[in-house]
Structures are given as structure tokens and as C-alpha cells.
């Protein structure tokens, strides 16, 4: 599977593909909306993901009437989504990680039966799970 980053058409590729003047693929870049890479010769190549927030994009204003503006705010906040999703899923491998990794650790350190660091009536505690 080839790399979705990776710079592959040209803009009168994209415009074809996502049926638009090439002018409004310029256009877009000129107010931020996107950045494709460029060759050493200056031309402008889009990677498939660059292709997929083109469709946003292109979805957002025809079909919703959403204006630029908007569309910035909307793929800002998409994208800021994606990385905080990015990082819920990091922290949630390291806590699964520590906690499988961490428990013979854990079990060795804690008292045993009949042994305590805080005295508490039995009745007080209760066993909980935390995830």
C-alpha cells in the first residue's frame, strides 16, 4: 500500500478527478485551505490525502453552502479532532501497556494477607475497576 502523503497527481489531474477548474484548486492554496507539495520545477503535486480534504472542501461549499471561512474553522477543528483521538489512543496503549507490564511489579510490592500500610475496618473497603 502506497503512502497516502506521498505527492501523486498534478492539479489538472485533481481538477478532473474532483471535476473543478484548476483556478479554484489555486485558489484554495491562496487562501490556506490546502498546501501541496511543489518539484523542484515549481509544480504543484497532491498527495491522495491532499485529494480527500479537496473533497471535503469542495462537499463543504457546493453541497452544504458552507463559506471558506467556515470551511477553514471546519477542517481546523477536524483536524485537531484527529489529534487528540491520536493521543486518547496513545495514552490508552501506554495505560494498557503499564498495567499488563506493571502488575507482577505491583503485586510483589504490596502487602500480604493479614499485612497493611493504613488500618481500615473491613466494611469500609471496596474493590473497584478502573478501566
Same mark, same amino acid.
Given at each position: 500500500?502506497t ?19 484548476p483556478? !479554484?484548486?489555486?485558489?484554495? @492554496?491562496?487562501? %490556506?485551505?490546502?498546501?501541496? #507539495?511543489r518539484t /523542484?520545477?515549481r509544480t504543484?503535486?497532491? #498527495?491522495? @490525502?491532499?485529494? @480527500?480534504q ?6 463543504? !461549499? ?7 471561512a %467556515?470551511? /477553514?474553522?471546519?477542517?481546523? &477543528?477536524r483536524?485537531?479532532?484527529?489529534? &487528540?483521538?491520536k +493521543?486518547i489512543?496513545d495514552?490508552? !496503549?501506554?495505560?494498557?501497556?503499564d498495567g @499488563? %507490564? %506493571?502488575?507482577?511489579?505491583? *503485586?510483589a #510490592? +504490596? ?5 497493611a500500610?493504613v *488500618?481500615?475496618?473491613?466494611g +469500609?473497603? +471496596? #474493590?473497584?475497576d478502573?478501566f
Amino acid at each position: 500500500m502506497t503512502d497516502p502523503a506521498k505527492p501523486l497527481y498534478m492539479i489538472g489531474v485533481v481538477a478532473d478527478m474532483l471535476n473543478v477548474h484548476p483556478q !479554484t484548486l489555486r485558489f484554495y @492554496e491562496k487562501k %490556506g485551505l490546502l498546501r501541496p #507539495s511543489r518539484t /523542484e520545477g515549481r509544480t504543484r503535486m497532491y #498527495s491522495q @490525502e491532499d485529494v @480527500e480534504q479537496l473533497g471535503r472542501l469542495i462537499r463543504l !461549499t457546493r453541497d452544504l453552502g458552507v463559506n471558506l471561512a %467556515g470551511v /477553514e474553522i471546519i477542517l481546523r &477543528m477536524r483536524r485537531r479532532m484527529l489529534d &487528540m483521538q491520536k +493521543q486518547i489512543e496513545d495514552l490508552l !496503549t501506554y495505560v494498557r501497556a503499564d498495567g @499488563e %507490564g %506493571g502488575v507482577e511489579a505491583e *503485586r510483589a #510490592s +504490596q502487602p500480604r494477607p493479614g499485612e497493611a500500610i493504613v *488500618r481500615a475496618a473491613r466494611g +469500609q473497603l +471496596q #474493590s473497584i475497576d478502573l478501566f
